[in-house]
């Protein structure tokens, strides 16, 4: 069975740092890979999404991961970050049902 | 609807008793899933839906546990004989198109059951 790994359980930035999260998934064959975001007290949404092509891919709010096969890898990052991008933040695979990781909860101080 | 809307928002019920929680997925969309928020387990499968069938039901966790979607729409997630370890947030999605083809998937504000 597929299983994510999201190595940051809590980070604590402040505004305008970089942001790096780490996920890594188990299986080895073809993947649909998400981040999904939920802020305070709101539905979890889509970040971004990579099923082929280009492996570093563009989601919304400044946010992008990068697809790296050999590592098995889809790492989150924004170069900077906002007191309103504090939120929860999950790493997906896709395996005909959505299977997450534990999540990292993002706390941005102004 | 303009998104999955889930009903009741929140639930507290007694040990024991059973519980029902809706999920109206976005028009159209064939995928329906049930997943479950619990802290310390994080975000877990239960169930998905292709039309009124369940291909999947691999993340029930007991017998106890059952679900049904009628007309290709709305979906029932049924507890029984709730126990304080079923207390969770109880989120389900809906995608476009059947979960082989991992599409989007779109997610209610969910269902918070509290078992005293």
């Known amino acids: 069975a597929q299983s994510v790994s999201q190595h940051n359980h809590h980070v604590i930035l402040s505004e305008a740092a970089s942001l790096e999260l780490g996920c890594n998934y188990s299986y080895g064959g073809t993947v649909n890979l998400f981040w999904y975001v939920q802020y305070p007290g709101q539905h979890l949404q889509l970040l971004l999404k990579?099923?082929?092509?280009?492996?570093l891919v563009k989601g919304i709010k400044g946010f992008e991961a990068e697809f790296i096969k050999s590592k098995f890898s889809f790492n989150l990052r924004k170069p900077s970050v906002q007191w309103s991008d504090t939120a929860e933040y999950f790493c997906?695979?896709?395996?005909?049902?959505?299977?997450f990781g534990t999540g990292t909860r993002l706390q941005v101080f102004p | 609807g303009a998104g999955v809307s889930q009903s009741p928002s929140n639930k507290v019920t007694e040990k024991g008793k059973d519980v029902e929680l809706r999920c109206d997925p976005i028009?159209?969309?064939?995928?329906l899933y049930w997943y479950r928020q619990s802290l310390g387990q994080g975000l877990e499968f239960l169930i998905y839906?292709?039309?009124?069938?369940?291909?999947?039901k691999s993340g029930l966790p007991s017998d106890r546990f059952s679900a049904e979607r009628t007309g290709g729409s709305v979906s029932t997630l049924t507890i029984q004989r709730t126990q304080q370890e079923d207390s969770a947030v109880y989120l389900c999605a809906s995608s476009l198109g059947s979960a082989g083809l991992g599409g989007e998937q779109f997610f209610g504000p969910g269902t918070r059951l509290t078992v005293l």
């Open positions: 990579y099923f082929s092509g280009d492996p």
């Open positions: 997906a695979v896709n395996d005909d049902k959505l299977i």
């Open positions: 028009s159209g969309h064939t995928a």
């Open positions: 839906f292709q039309g009124n069938s369940a291909p999947d």
